[in-house]
């Protein structure tokens, strides 16, 4: 697959501050999650994607445009929700969302039956007629979205979709965006400070630290436990069950949410052993799944690392 966008040393500077430090960094087709500590450089991305600031140096393309030259028409094919709210007061939803669809081009009638369209996609029912400024944060987070994908874009850029969203909103948002993704064939940059978000949708994790790109790698390679490693939930954690197993050099630990965690050799070993032990002990296993890395603990150990790396590159200074 060749990447959506494609950025090359990349450096943004605002003055004396350096914003992006010669990011490189390729977006492949799919839901990228994009994380970062606050000031590490994702909101300058954003931008430099968009074209809204001029980079200091680098070059890129996305969507087969150049990043510097062809501002406009990588507006045309991304649709772009801000974290900010951004309407004009007095405007309805259906009017905020049809206004959108104007300023992409689509003709009158079009745009306000595609503007409909997308309100009830994203379940907006009678009250897209109500001024905007009475809304919600969850209907004003339904609006944004709407207003960035009335002109059906080829690639979003979402920043902070499901800030403020209660559980249920959050859920019914991220489930818009996969189906988009997914069914639809769209992609996605999810840049967000909520981590279970990424884990729920995201194919691709890029973390940004001091305006660099400290990792990029999928999901799943990220997950995956390189040793043997199977987490268990059983109906009482018996101390023979437990002895048996390590007796068989088999590693068991408790989780905080109450689940056993096995390792051992081979996941056909643990397998078995955990099978043997049960029975021998009178230990019921409710539920076995194979062990997943926390995203929480790579985006800790990932941003410590970058910022010891950047203690150390001023102290050589």
Not at 175 to 199: E, F, M, N, W, Y
Request: net charge negative; glycine share 8%; with cysteine.
């Amino acid at each position: 697959m060749q990447p959506l966008i494609s950025l090359k040393s990349l450096v943004k500077n605002y003055r004396n501050h350096r914003a992006l430090d010669g990011v490189d960094l390729n977006v492949m087709p799919g839901i990228t999650g994009l994380l970062g500590p606050n000031g590490a450089g994702k909101s300058s991305l954003i931008k430099a994607i968009l074209g809204l600031v001029g980079v200091t140096s680098g070059t890129g393309t996305v969507l087969g445009h150049r990043l510097a030259a062809d501002g406009k028409k990588i507006r045309n094919d991304i649709g772009y929700m801000p974290e900010d709210d951004c309407y004009i007061p007095g405007m309805s939803g259906v009017e905020v969302v049809h206004f959108a669809a104007s300023l992409s081009g689509l003709p009158k009638v079009e745009g306000l039956r595609r503007s409909h369209e997308i309100l009830d996609f994203c379940d907006m029912k009678q009250e897209r007629y109500r001024a905007i400024e009475t809304y919600s944060t969850g209907m004003r987070q339904k609006v944004k979205f709407a207003a960035a994908i009335v002109h059906d874009p080829k690639f979003l850029i979402l920043d902070e979709p499901t800030s403020g969203l209660d559980p249920e909103e959050r859920e019914a948002l991220l489930q818009r965006i996969s189906v988009l993704c997914v069914d639809a064939g769209k992609s996605a940059l999810l840049s967000t400070h909520i981590l279970p978000d990424v884990q729920s949708i995201c194919n691709q994790v890029v973390i940004l630290s001091n305006g660099q790109v400290r990792l990029n790698k999928p999901l799943a390679e990220l997950n995956a436990i390189q040793i043997p490693t199977v987490e268990i939930s059983v109906d009482q954690i018996k101390d023979e069950f437990v002895d048996r197993l390590q007796s068989r050099s088999i590693e068991v630990s408790p989780l905080d949410n109450g689940n056993l965690e096995v390792t051992g050799e081979s996941l056909e070993t643990v397998t078995h052993e955990l099978w043997q032990s049960a029975a021998a002990t009178s230990t019921m296993i409710l539920a076995l799944k194979p062990a997943m890395n926390s995203l929480e603990s790579i985006f800790m150990e990932t941003v410590a690392e970058a910022s010891a790396a950047s203690r150390e590159a001023a102290n050589a200074r």
